[in-house]
């Protein structure tokens, strides 16, 4: 009973795993002197077959013997080689039989692994995770759209812009023209333009000056004057 017990405890599957190794070195060891006993045979069957040659002439009886000596050995040599075979056919066997346990159970302790790990999902998971990955990334890429694309900065009115330049082109001109003497506004420029009609060029009538320019001028007039009395 108690062995019953072992056996089904720790200490019987520590048993039952030494056994094919246990079992296949008896039969490596068995088969050792099994071989051994083989090439004696062979070595004894040489020698009565030299005996009986030396004596096949001279001592027939001699001759005979050795050859029935002979016989028998050969009978024992057949024997040995048929255990030898039957001795190596079970090793092989058992070496088999031990390889596919061993890989058996390589198989299933990856089975289990696999089913631990497989445990907590299924295909409804792994579909729902996929699509959530999917609308981050079209997320993402929304979010590097806007990042991209918006302007930093308020929109410029162009109109705007246009007349700043205009108004730092007669301000630039005014001051070329008062460091030559004379002072002519773009727009006094502009409109003094002839026009052009149906009946030919016709000139525009000269628009009045601001009060500005006429005292730049009396002042341009007075520094003349000066100049011409020295």
Known sequence: MSSMLSWITGNGAQKRKAAPKEAIVA?????????????HLQNQMA???AIARRNINSNKNAARAALKRKKQYEHTYDQ???????????????EAANIN??????????GTAMKQIHGGLTIDKV????????????????????????????????DE????????????????????GTTVPVNDRVHNLPVAGNGGLTKQPPTRRPAQEELDEEAELAKLQAEMAM
């Open 127 to 158: 579909d729902e995770t996929m699509e959530q990955l999917r609308e981050q990334h079209v997320l993402a890429e929304e979010i590097a759209g806007a990042i991209t694309n918006a302007p930093i900065t308020e929109a410029v009115d162009q």
């Open 47 to 49: 020698e009565q077959d």
């Open 27 to 39: 039969l490596r060891e068995h088969l050792d002197m099994l071989q051994k006993r083989e090439q």
């Open 161 to 180: 812009l246009d007349e700043e330049l205009k108004q730092l082109e007669q301000e630039a001109l005014d001051d070329r023209m008062l460091t030559q």
């Open 80 to 94: 040995t080689t048929a255990q030898i075979s039957t001795i190596e056919q079970q090793i092989y066997s058992i």
């Open 101 to 110: 346990q061993e890989t058996l159970k390589a198989m299933q302790k990856a």
